[in-house]
């Protein structure tokens, strides 16, 4: 089985500065990673898919990117807004995984 | 407007069934591929289970694979997940979600429905 490592699991940043989490995983997984924010008591949204596809009204402050088997998520200048926790997610053979996840606080 | 409502979470005792349902709007639900995603208090995400467009591929995370059974029905737009032999550790916020096409991505989410297994 792939294993997705996220990390870090939590940061604390402020607002405008720039916040970056990334998404290892064991092996080659193709684009098939994606990213989601969830607030709290909200479900999941997706901003990021194949990891690098900003979905159609998500801020341009959001991006995703990719280098072999290593992703990035990347928040340009943190937002209030922002105050979430973002997952990755992979797809391999017929079943879906998720990243432990990333809480961002904002200082 | 993508649009879900779930509805069918509740208690019940360790041993016990229930049957989520998830009636979509919005879009063509027969085109696609539906999930469900759960999420035990205070945890992160964990998918549970998907079904092709038609209903005639499914699929399952290990820890329900015989216990959990996805199905559809297209002519009423509805997802539906029968969970049987529940366990404390089944305790979870249970989202429906559509997938996007290619991509395999989640790109829209029920509210979700919270189902607290008794032991």
């Known amino acids: 089985d792939i294993q997705m490592t996220q990390s870090p699991s939590s940061l604390s940043a402020s607002v405008g500065d720039r916040v970056t989490i990334t998404c290892q995983a064991s092996?080659?997984?193709?684009?098939?990673l994606n990213w989601y924010q969830q607030k709290p008591g909200k479900a999941p949204k997706l901003l990021i898919y194949?990891?690098?596809n900003l979905v159609a009204g998500v801020p341009s402050r959001f991006s995703g990117s990719r280098s072999e088997t290593d992703f990035t998520f990347t928040i340009s200048s943190l937002q209030p807004a922002d105050l979430a926790t973002y997952y990755c997610?992979?797809?391999?053979?017929?079943?879906?995984?998720f990243g432990g996840g990333t809480k961002v606080e904002i200082k | 407007e993508v649009h879900f409502l779930e509805s069918g979470g509740g208690l019940v005792q360790s041993g016990g069934s229930l049957r989520l349902s998830c009636a979509a709007s919005g879009f063509t639900f027969s085109s696609y591929a539906m999930s469900w995603v759960r999420q035990a208090p205070g945890k992160g995400l964990q998918w549970v289970s998907s079904i092709s467009s038609g209903g005639g591929g499914t699929y399952y995370e290990d820890s329900v694979k015989g216990r959990f059974t996805i199905s559809r029905d297209n002519s009423k737009n509805t997802l539906y997940l029968q969970v049987n032999s529940l366990r404390a550790d089944d305790t979870a916020v249970y989202y429906c979600a559509k997938l996007r096409r290619g991509y395999e991505a989640f790109d829209y989410w029920g509210q979700g429905t919270l189902v607290t297994v008794s032991s």
């Open positions: 092996q080659d997984i193709s684009n098939y």
């Open positions: 997610q992979h797809y391999d053979n017929l079943s879906f995984s």
């Open positions: 194949a990891a690098s």
